[in-house]
């Protein structure tokens, strides 16, 4: 399969603690994008990476947020202090062309 | 980005044709149409793309009138798989000098009914 891939699919932590999650982009795409969904809502955009680069970023997005993308391949997303408010699923994107995103499965996180 | 406004929901039977239409009032000239699939507990799907008349893959056509104001996705002949949220996005999204995120509203849940 060379779509994108997310990893861990499911965390559950509690209130307070940090998390990290892990997109893999489909390799030729210089371009890719974390998104937040809730339910109910179409997805949110948090930032976006051009190769290594982080070009631009939600001004929704907490300072408790970071993302990294070394080398231009895969990207993390750390959240700290996590709030029940952060529960969401996390969708990872990539791209060639800006309009055509292919859309990992999401990392689902669950803060109690 | 310009704002679009869709159905909340619509239903449909197998084997009919589907349109669900989105308006985008304030469009602008170098704004393209965007629709996007997305099924429970994925991320979304391109489906099609298109700036003005008629656009057609092998998944589904838009029609953009003149004005460009609205848009209509077309879905022939349905079937329960294509049970989904669809989202109608409007934007600059060919200017690879910008990040351009995707920008979703609310969608339409489309049901489609044995």
């Known amino acids: 399969d060379t779509g994108v891939s997310q990893d861990p699919r499911h965390k559950i932590t509690k209130r307070g603690q940090n998390v990290t999650f892990r997109c893999d982009p489909i390799?030729?795409?210089?371009?890719l994008y974390w998104y937040r969904q809730t339910l109910g809502q179409g997805p949110e955009f948090l930032t976006y990476f051009q190769n290594e680069a982080q070009l631009e970023k939600s001004r929704l997005l907490s300072d408790r947020f970071s993302a990294e993308r070394p080398k231009g391949s895969f990207s993390t997303l750390e959240i700290q202090r996590t709030e029940q408010g952060d529960s969401a699923m996390y969708l990872c994107?990539?791209?060639?062309?800006?309009?055509?995103?292919?859309f990992g499965p999401g990392t689902r996180l669950t803060v109690t | 980005l310009a704002k679009t406004t869709q159905p909340i929901s619509m239903d449909s039977y197998e084997g009919q044709e589907v349109n669900i239409t989105c308006s985008h009032n304030n469009i602008a000239t170098n704004d393209y149409i965007t629709w996007y699939q997305q099924f429970p507990s994925q991320g979304p799907r391109f489906i099609i793309q298109g700036y003005k008349t008629k656009v057609t893959n092998e998944v589904a056509s838009l029609f953009i009138p003149a004005d460009r104001k609205s848009s209509t996705l077309s879905l022939p002949r349905v079937s329960l798989s294509d049970t989904a949220v669809y989202y109608c996005l409007v934007g600059d999204l060919t200017n690879n000098n910008a990040g351009n995120m995707l920008t979703f509203g609310g969608g339409t849940r489309l049901m489609v009914k044995p």
């Open positions: 390799s030729e795409h210089n371009r």
């Open positions: 994107a990539s791209s060639l062309k800006t309009y055509e995103q292919y």
